[in-house]
């Protein structure tokens, strides 16, 4: 640097580029309030809103979307989820008297069943009609493996609650989990769909978190589906090409691979690892509520804990804030890089490159539907276009085919990804076993292909 000091200062551009303090976020992708688009675009789909470990004896009150409610057990044991304030003079709800059928107000002793209808009003006299007159506002809920999802959108666009392929498969042992991040959704699940920070955050920037295969940078594909969207990641590992699919339907649902895959023989139609949606608590709070899965053969390594995931945590690095802050700076993890782009991170602000064609892609199709919704209120479901079980692909596949002499890899490796993309699609028509087997099977075709190509 030059100690000249004509020429001190000459480069910095803090002065110049000040304007990035006063860009503002984007509202249309960002705020989930009531009556906002992306409030109204969440409010069409089933959510998951806390874990069935969280509900005790007494009221839980929790947020979402915006939204402050109350859910709880009643005494036969249903699942109430309700408005915060009671809708007699808004005492809240969690100092509510649960009883059998639903919750009572312990102000002046109004009682609600699970959809809000007052079903008594003791103080007021025996004429007394206003029960009929108003109710509190309530959500259907689904229990289901721990965790406990709403539909709060209007009751004539309920749709099914949609059941993944992935959500009760033989020998796979689900556990959920929650995790709060002080932060806007929409960085949480962008995460998800920006595959290149696999490379570096967790492998290269200070050590490997997952495992040492993450740190080549993979060739990455996106397809679309009629409903839904996945990409491939694809690397080589000596002999094998390791695709490795990651679904997203939007607004937060995503499956990714395992999570210490070890690619070093052939493996075909691996599951997920995780199945995870991001709930927004509010516009700068979020809940990551997820399952991970566990399966006989998924980790070798040994590297996973089901006993680490629950309430708050997981068994994966980095997920939380619940490191101290110097192991934080010194090693972050996803929480890190998600909290830290501020409460609400600022688009503006930021210079998306190549690599970014993930993040684009969603906010780009996320705006195409928050568009639409803004004039005709319709949006497309999953349950739109599949029956239950949905068919996903989230996993990994490994098919043993070494280096091709005199091609080139990158070019073969991509070739490769996009017949595996294909026959994941063709057993769409299937379910359960059936097709299992017929994916399998198309894969271990399509590797023995290879292996006959080169006989020939
Ligand atoms: S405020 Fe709830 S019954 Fe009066
Ligand atoms: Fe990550």
């Known amino acids: 640097m030059s100690n000249d000091p004509q020429q001190i200062g000459k480069n910095f551009r803090g002065h110049a580029r000040q304007k990035v303090w006063t860009a503002l976020p984007d509202p249309l992708l960002t705020e989930v309030t009531p009556g906002k688009p992306c409030g109204e675009f969440f409010r069409r789909f089933w959510l998951p809103i806390a874990l069935t470990e969280q509900i005790k004896e007494l009221p839980l009150r929790i947020r979402v979307l915006g939204e402050d409610l109350v859910l709880f057990r009643e005494k036969l044991g249903q699942l ?29 002793g109004w009682k609600y069943a699970l959809d809000g209808t007052i079903l008594e009003t003791p103080c007021e006299p025996p004429a007394s009609q206003v029960r ?69 955050l967790h492998t290269k920037a200070v050590r490997t978190q997952f495992i040492d295969a993450f740190a080549e940078m993979p060739k990455i594909q996106f397809h679309e589906r009629a409903y839904g969207d996945f990409y491939t990641n694809t690397r080589r590992v000596r002999d094998i090409i390791w695709i490795r699919i990651h679904d997203l339907f939007l607004p937060s649902f995503t499956q990714n691979g395992g999570h210490f895959p070890v690619p070093d023989q ?19 709070r979020t809940m990551v509520i997820a399952w991970r899965h566990f399966r006989e053969g998924d980790d070798p390594k040994g590297l996973t804990d089901p006993n680490g995931v629950g309430l708050g945590r997981t068994d994966f690095y980095g997920q939380s804030g619940d490191r101290d802050y110097e192991t934080r700076q010194k090693d972050p993890g996803d929480y890190d890089a998600w909290v830290s782009q501020g409460p609400i991170n600022i688009h503006e602000r930021e210079n998306l490159a190549f690599t970014d064609r993930g993040v684009a892609k969603v906010r780009r199709k996320l705006r195409n539907v ?32 070494p280096v091709q002499s005199g091609r080139d890899d990158a070019a073969i490796q991509k070739i490769v990804a996009l017949r595996v993309a294909e026959i994941y699609q063709s057993g769409d028509h299937l379910t359960g076993k059936q097709r299992k087997e017929f994916v399998v099977k198309e894969l271990k075709d399509y590797e023995q292909s290879w292996i006959n190509e080169n006989i020939n």
């Open 132 to 200: 009929f007159k108003t109710c509190l506002g309530a959500y259907p809920v689904v229990e289901y493996k721990g965790i406990v999802f709403t539909y709060m959108g209007p009751n004539e666009l309920c749709p099914p609650f949609p059941f993944m392929d992935t959500f009760d498969e033989e020998g796979d042992i689900m556990i959920p989990y929650l995790i709060e991040s002080p932060c806007n959704w929409l960085q949480v699940m962008e995460n998800a769909w920006d595959p290149y920070h696999v490379v570096y």
């Open 80 to 108: 109430g989820l309700v408005h915060l304030h009671c809708c007699h003079r808004n005492m809240s709800l969690e100092f509510g008297i649960i009883e059998e059928g639903g919750i009572r107000c312990s102000y002046h």
């Open 370 to 401: 928050l568009q639409q919704l803004t004039e005709d209120m319709n949006v497309q479901r999953p349950s739109d276009i599949f029956a239950n079980p949905i068919p996903t692909y989230g996993g990994d596949t490994m098919l043993n085919i």
């Open 266 to 284: 052939s493996r075909y139609f691996g599951r997920c690892g995780l199945s995870r949606w991001v709930t927004p608590i509010d516009d700068t």
